[in-house]
């Protein structure tokens, strides 16, 4: 396998023809031929024609014909695998290209690991199964974030699979019986997501004998109202707090919902509602420390939000060129992006916290972010926050607007080792400083094309750390600190040259 492009003539793709790459998928353990496996060639920048996809055959081996010269990024996937890409060094390594310089057909093997798994067991006072516990695992982030939930069976068993390698936290749901309840307990039996024990993951393994003894403690009621002006209507009612979410259906008729007990802490209340007259919602923060059995809550038609863009300069603003991002901030976590339109017709959306931010742009940067008619302090650059209070009426128009300015900066180079350039190289470039939970992303990414070229544009001015390297797909930032990366600063309107060797771990 070679990594390395020689630097060729401009007759190059046509003067050579069609190359083939054939090999064989197996699982990583067994060396097991594994059928039916998708198998994607990407093309690296540079290289002409398109992609090619197939899947293995029952014998586990693939033919991606009729592809032209160059470098193609070559990645297996299978369910309950890890996606692998060709050359990968380890799990979240960047594959290798696969180069080919002439009309030739190239083999290679992609040996595909079976996806980590958490085992154990619930268990009372006496250590004896719980049947029918809920058991949650999470990323271990702040918030953590909701990976699956399960049942414990009859024995009290429970069993998570196709988790990728990490770090999790494993946690019983709370539950009420007769004679007394069990507050949410994490393992290693402790209430307080600081002090839980993380459990390890890796690929091809199972980590086993997670024994939980669920903490016994108070729940708290809550129940309550919920009510739209059109009423009978069927009302969604979600509870939100740090650990997930939870649904019911109100009574159309009276509004009343109720929910399990619940653990004492900090929850949102967020109700939908579709009526004839359109769509309904209303959203309510709240500590939880007794019981709640008279919560109201309303809700409203969706308020919505006008976004508008100024030139810092005085200039007129092509937002056709624009593309602004909303995601909606809960306790639980940020939801899913959502584009928002940007024609001046305005778009409606539910009540609660909301962040907005203007994608990564080669023309413009955001400079500025102003909501309410008042300005956002700090960058503006990432995601800025606003809340959409409940009750504010659906016939109201909230404008948001960006100030932007039409001189951004921009980096480029080469990647070399051994002063020869490398193709397909992944190039990382972190907002250093951008608090992190403000960035659209940890990391921006580019590859190298053929002549191991790269290039980031639309910047905003700042500090930025650049590495090259195929040891990660999207390194955080502590692995970002190990490799060694160049810092940089970028200035407005100025594109900077910035080459660098490749990063290889010893």
């Given amino acids: 396998m070679r990594i390395l492009l020689p630097i060729l003539p401009l007759a190059w793709a046509a003067a050579l023809h069609a190359a083939i790459i054939q090999g064989t998928v197996v699982e990583a353990q067994t060396g097991r031929p594994l059928a039916r496996t998708l198998v994607v060639a990407s093309p690296v920048a540079g290289t002409a024609g398109a992609g090619k996809s197939v899947r293995t055959n029952v014998y586990g081996t693939f033919d991606l014909e009729g592809l032209a010269a160059g470098a193609y990024i070559v990645t297996a996937s299978r369910r309950a695998f890890a996606t692998t890409q060709y050359g990968q060094k380890q799990w979240k390594s960047a594959g290798l290209p696969v180069v080919l310089e002439e009309p030739q057909k190239m083999q290679i093997e992609i040996r595909l690991p079976r996806l980590g798994a958490i085992a154990g067991k619930i268990v009372d006072e006496n250590d004896v199964g719980l049947p029918e516990h809920d058991v949650v695992v999470f990323r271990n982030t702040r918030p953590p974030v909701l990976v699956n939930r399960v049942s414990s069976d009859d024995r009290g068993m429970f069993r998570f699979g196709l988790l990728e390698p990490g770090a999790y936290l494993v946690r019983t749901a709370s539950k009420a019986y007769e004679d007394g309840g069990y507050v949410p307990t994490f393992y290693k039996d402790v209430m307080m997501v600081e002090q839980a024990r993380q459990v390890e993951t890796m690929l091809d393994q199972e980590t086993g004998d997670i024994v939980i003894r669920p903490l016994p403690g108070r729940l708290f009621q809550l129940s309550g109202t919920a009510y739209v002006p059109v009423m009978p209507t069927p009302i969604t009612v979600t509870l939100v707090s740090d650990m997930g979410v939870e649904t019911v259906t109100a009574d159309s008729r009276t509004g009343r919902f109720q929910f399990?007990?619940?653990?004492?802490?900090?929850?949102?209340?967020?109700?939908?509602?579709?009526?004839?007259?359109?769509?309904?919602?209303?959203?309510?923060?709240?500590?939880?420390?007794?019981?709640?059995?008279?919560?109201?809550?309303?809700?409203?038609q969706l308020p919505s939000v006008l976004v508008t863009f100024e030139d810092n300069k005085g200039g007129r603003v092509d937002n056709s060129k624009l593309q602004v991002l909303a995601r909606r901030k809960e306790l639980s976590g940020p939801g899913a992006r959502e584009n928002i339109d940007v024609s001046g017709r305005g778009v409606q959306l539910t009540p609660g916290r909301w962040e907005f931010a203007v994608a990564p742009n080669p023309a413009y940067y955001p400079v500025g972010f102003m909501a309410h008619n008042t300005p956002v302090g700090g960058r503006a650059d990432g995601w800025n926050e606003i809340v959409l209070a409940s009750g504010e009426s659906g016939s109201m128009t909230l404008p948001i607007k960006f100030t932007l300015s039409a001189s951004p900066g921009a980096v480029h180079g080469t990647v070399n080792l051994s002063s020869q350039f490398v193709a397909g190289v992944p190039v990382f470039l972190e907002p250093y400083d951008l608090d992190p939970v403000r960035r659209l992303a940890p990391v921006r990414i580019a590859r190298t094309d053929t002549r191991g070229q790269y290039q980031f544009t639309g910047l905003a001015p700042g500090q930025y750390r650049l590495l090259g390297t195929f040891e990660y797909q999207s390194p955080d930032s502590a692995e970002m600190e190990l490799a060694r990366p160049i810092m940089v600063k970028i200035e407005e309107a100025k594109d900077l040259q910035q080459d660098l060797e490749l990063y290889v771990a010893r």
Avoid: H
């Fill in 260 to 300: 399990n007990p619940q653990a004492p802490g900090k929850y949102e209340i967020n109700i939908s509602a579709a009526a004839t007259r359109g769509q309904y919602a209303g959203y309510l923060p709240f500590d939880l420390d007794r019981d709640l059995t008279d919560v109201r809550i309303g809700g409203t």
